[in-house]
Structures are given as C-alpha cells and as structure tokens.
C-alpha cells in the first residue's frame, strides 16, 4: 500500500499515523527508541504490506502487467490504489476526504520531530505538493509513477507504465474493491 492508504487504515493517532508512513524509512532506525504509539503505526505498516502482497486479488492485479513491467507492478499497484482509494472514499468510511487530508497533512508537519530525515523530506513535498489531492487524476498517477522510474538506480522499463495501466484500469479497480475490504478488516485487528 503506498502512503494515503497507510495513513487512512492506521490506529487512530497521530503518532500511530507517523508510524504508519515511518514504515517506509526504518533502515538503520532504532525502533526500540521510539514512543509506543509510532512503535505501533510501525508495526501496523508492516503487517499492512504483508497482508497486500499475499492478497489473491492483489496476486491477480500484478499478473496482468506484461513480463517486462511485471516487477514493478507492486510498486505501480500502491501508488493506484490511492487514487482508487480516492474514488470510492465514499464506500470505506463516512470521514470527509478532504478534511482528513488537511488533518494528516497537519499531523506529518507537527510531527517532524518523530520522523527520519528522509521521511521529514519527502512528507514535505508530499504536503507542499498535494500529493494526495494529485492522485485524484489517473494522469498524476502515471506522473508520480514516472518519478519513482527516474529514482530507479538501473536500467528499467518502469517509466511509462501509466500505457499499461489504461487499458487495464477498471479490471484492476474491480480487484481493489474486492481487496480493500478484506484488507480494512484485517487493519482493524492488528494490535
């Protein structure tokens, strides 16, 4: 799951939130020396991804990228279903979306203290740039995917995989609503 969907499955805090996105940047944290409630949001990131990436529905959804792209379909999936998150928002919760972006969006700026240095960037630009607001549009989606493609450290065929997910957007839209369900009640039980 990428970072919207971390934030809206997390225990209800702000520390746990944090916690929720610090998942991505624990290389060399100690996460002993963290307070409980982000320790928690940890954990709970951790469980999250690894009840995704054995989900059928998410197995079938990475299935359909061709051998080429298959790799990174993982990454390609988390970043869309944000956007599908954002289009059935209505479906998961009875919370106003955009009030509980501007709330996250507060939280991860008077939070920094709790966070790594890299995470404290990139949740940064992640505020500044509306990132959440962006996934809205399937166009931003294929953008923010090609920026993650031009991070890749070797020689790729990430970028441009927005072509692929056209013509393959309402059979992966139907795998996430048969996903994200399952996925919201197992976020719920993780202690």
Not at 13 to 39: H, I, Q, W
Request: with cysteine.
């Amino acid at each position: 799951m990428n970072h919207l969907a971390h934030l809206f499955l997390a225990p209800d805090s702000p520390e746990a939130r944090v916690g929720s996105l610090l998942g991505d940047f624990t290389r060399g944290l100690d996460l002993k020396a963290l307070p409980p409630s982000v320790r928690l949001g940890v954990r709970h990131h951790l469980a999250v991804d690894s009840y995704t990436d054995k989900h059928p529905d998410v197995l079938a959804s990475k299935r359909l990228f061709s051998p080429q792209r298959r790799r990174f379909a993982g990454v390609a999936l988390d970043i869309l279903y944000d956007h599908f998150l954002l289009r059935h928002w209505s479906q998961f919760t009875d919370a106003d979306q955009h009030a509980f972006i501007n709330t996250v969006y507060m939280e991860l700026q008077t939070n920094e203290n709790l966070m790594t240095p890299d995470m404290c960037k990139t949740t940064r630009h992640l505020v500044v740039y509306d990132w959440f607001g962006s996934y809205r549009d399937l166009e931003n989606i294929g953008y923010a995917l090609d920026r993650v493609a031009a991070r890749i450290r070797f020689p790729n065929a990430f970028a441009g995989i927005i072509e692929e997910i056209r013509p393959l957007h309402s059979e992966l839209e139907a795998h996430f609503l048969s996903f994200f369900p399952d996925l919201q009640d197992f976020a719920g039980e993780i202690e």
